[in-house]
């Protein structure tokens, strides 16, 4: 059978509630009933009053229950209970409650049942819709009404209070169950409703997703036929034409060949590009910290130089526009000195300290003297220009034999 989908919390609360009941009837509804001067026999109220509610204990605890019973597990619970709420009063009236006291026991349990009813009404609408509370609450009313008429006295002192009791009890557990039951309905039809707006909103996802990645390989496809294909091709072409001059023009045949070779090497130029433009930014993958500390371990090794590497391990809220200035001149900086500066070490430092961040280069290389040089060496202008466009100033301190220094600073 298939199991019932519970509303959450529903079930832990009516388990609760199965328990508390069982500790009022052992606790409290004796001492209430001595108090009001209403004598109920200890073994008579274990007896009549423990049996149903320690089975309901049972059937809501055991999960056993809920396996075997599926949808009906619900309905069986709410049913049990009603039927001990009622049972509890129509056995302490007709067994346990002397004649003379039957009309003030009739009147507590009329005030009892009043708010069990709300509470049971209310736990049928926290599941089903508003006509199986409505339904609840009537069937309720009428059945008790149906089990106290015998005890109630038309001449009694107190009969139009229990009318009264009866039609306020009537009127508002309806009213109530019918406003809750409304409100928790209306309730799960917008959390439908919104599970298939989030359904709906996943499946777009997804189609843009699926759309993203196949224009992604047409892009790819362009990339590769614009390259590695008229390239292939042109080689191909050329070749074939080496192949058939290369015996009786052989001039000829290593002029093409020449042509060959530098078209493969376009080829070769132009794939590398279009595969770079396809990979992701090393900044977009790793940030900013790891991203430099990666690049200077790749030339370092490259170029064979020791590097002493300082990288501050979290450098968070850095805007997009300096992250690259800083890994364009880290990247500039020790090409250069790949290159150029015959370098044996190379000091890389970047941290921030307060709103300032500081990147510090420094190489044991053969220098050069930067006032003859015009701010053309080593790429310097295009690495100061980039500094002054994130608001940083660039420096550079060299001298021949010396090695060189540059230090970026970024403030804000």
Known sequence: MKQTTLEPGLLRLIQVLTL????????????VGVRFGIEVPASAALLAFL????????????????????RAFLP???????IDILSDKYLTLRWLVPPGQQELELLMLMLRTWFTFHIITLLVAWQYS???TLLMALSLSFADLALTLPFIKNDGPLFELFLFVFAARTVTVTLIALGVGWLLSHQREQKAALAVANKRLAQSASTLEQLAAS??????????????AHSLSGVTVQLEAVQALWDVEAANARRILDQALQSTRSGLTEARRALQSLRASPLEDLGLALAV???????????????????QNHLDNISPEVEQCVYRVVQEALTNVARHAEARSVRVVLVRENRELMLTIADDGHGFDPATVNGTHYGLRGLRERAEMVGGTLE???EPQTGTTVRLMITG
């Not at 049996?51 to 599926?70: A, D, H, N, S």
């Not at 069986?76 to 009603?82: A, C, N």
């Not at 500390?293 to 990288?311: G, M, Q, W, Y």
């Open 215 to 228: 224009q992604e390989r047409n892009r790819l496809a362009r990339e590769l036929h614009d390259t590695l």
């Open 51 to 70: 049996v149903l509610p320690i089975f309901l204990v049972l059937f809501m605890w055991i999960p056993w229950w809920r396996e075997k019973l599926g």
């Open 396 to 398: 550079v301190d060299s």
């Open 130 to 132: 508003w006509i199986w």
């Open 293 to 311: 500390s990666d690049l200077a371990e790749s030339v370092a090794a490259r170029a064979n130089f020791k590097l002493d590497l300082d990288v």
């Open 76 to 82: 069986i619970g709410l049913v049990i209970v009603s």
């Open 20 to 31: 508390l009941h069982v500790a009022a009837i052992l606790l409290v509804r004796r001492s």
